[in-house]
């Protein structure tokens, strides 16, 4: 990954010990994947497969020095430039102010607070501590066929998570999830909050073209012009077709795109082999995307507007990678800018008090070595409420080993300046029906009441 340059960028390395006794571990099992993809039908088929439940194998290979890794944080300014005037835009039409000299912004907000019922009062709840470092987010009713993702609903969420972090991750372009989480963040004047986009990968190709198209439609267009919540794809990107640049707003939020999740965790299924995704497929994609913002960096950096020369700049620094486990992370180190682990304690048969140390010694022992170097962190890690029949040996879910867990990780975590996002921040009670482990992993409920006690690290 190139160096940012220095005018464009806020940087700064983390030199990170991780310490902690180590022991022999069991390999680390995962559920097959969080988040149904785009063919979410054929993906819940696929999610729905039995698992073997005691195949823990044994393995041990202590690491006999202090690990260190230099991380780059908060790497894009925010731009504060203005928008894109309706009258360059394909959606909206009209001058750059509307009636009684409203600017755009403005009667986006209008818009936004008549059709939602909403407005941008954050209540400041003290029981919610700015402590995590990061968050998995999935917006209700972000799930296809349904679609019954609500830009209102994801502004309440907004307000709510902003209290907690400032990233959240996410895990797909379906139902307009991640435009509706990025006009959440600009409605509400979040200026710190940062957010992982996904694209999800299996073995559909015109799923992927799917979200392909959603993404670009996002990075190439103002969508902040557009507070509708209709079902429809955004306006297709012209850059293609005209070699028209324009670089919306919002992509300054972007820290970073996954190109799929667990992908070659998924791959491990041998009784579903015609589902694999082939590791040079998931290089391909990731380059694909690689490719694109380069062509767009490329093309604003000849522009003599100085805000688009800045955000493409920046565009083409955004880092690629894919989310796996931690195993899985010496088979595409080399295609990735940066190295994501997904890290679960309790899919190890792991007794609650040692999931800490248990998850801290696996991304040391797993992910920092095959990172080499290059940036690293856990992409997942957390604890599940319930229920408890759903336990695997030693490991139960409960509330109390959540709140035992939360205890033990954030405080440990941040002192030790991992970054991590905490899987994940509400309960996802639709994936009961898929397995009962999947729904109750969220610190809140799905009505976002909060169900453990934040530290004060």
Known sequence: MTALPS????TFTRSVSVLGSMFSQKSHRRRPSSIPGWDSDDELDRTAANRCPNGAEQSSHPV????????????????TDSLVSPAQHPRKRGPGTGAGGKDARQQLNDSIETIYHVNKTIHRDPNLINAFYGLDYTPRGSQE???????????????????????????????RQTEFVLKAI?????????????????????????????????IDNDILMDASNNDGDLQ???????GTIRISKVASRII???????VLFRNEDESRKKDHVPLSTLSAYMNEIRQGLAERAAAASASSDPALNNRGRLLGQIPIFSSDLGRNAHQIVDQVDWVLSNIHPFFAYTNVDSAADWAFNNFKEETLIAAAGKPAMISEVGWPSGPSS??????????ENLQTFVDTWICAANEQSI????????DEPWKISINQRESQWGIMTVDRQLKVRIPTC
Request: net charge neutral.
């Open 419 to 426: 970054p991590y996002y905490f899987f994940e921040a509400f």
């Open 256 to 262: 970073g795109v996954s190109v799929g999740n667990e």
């Open 236 to 242: 297709e990107s012209t850059f293609k077709s005209q």
């Open 390 to 399: 759903a336990r695997l040996g030693p490991a139960v879910p409960s509330m």
């Open 145 to 175: 066929p349904d679609c019954k993702a609500n830009l209102g609903s994801i502004i309440e969420d907004i307000k709510v998570l902003s209290q907690l972090t400032n990233r959240i991750r996410l895990y797909g372009m379906a139902c």
């Open 186 to 218: 600009e409605y509400l004047g979040l200026s710190d909050m940062q957010v992982i986009m996904t694209l999800w990968v299996d073995n559909n190709k015109t799923s992927w073209d799917k979200q392909v198209r959603v993404f670009w439609n996002l």
């Open 7 to 10: 005018a464009a960028v806020s």
């Open 64 to 79: 006999r020095a202090i690990l260190a890794f230099v991380f780059k944080e908060q790497i894009f300014h925010k731009d």
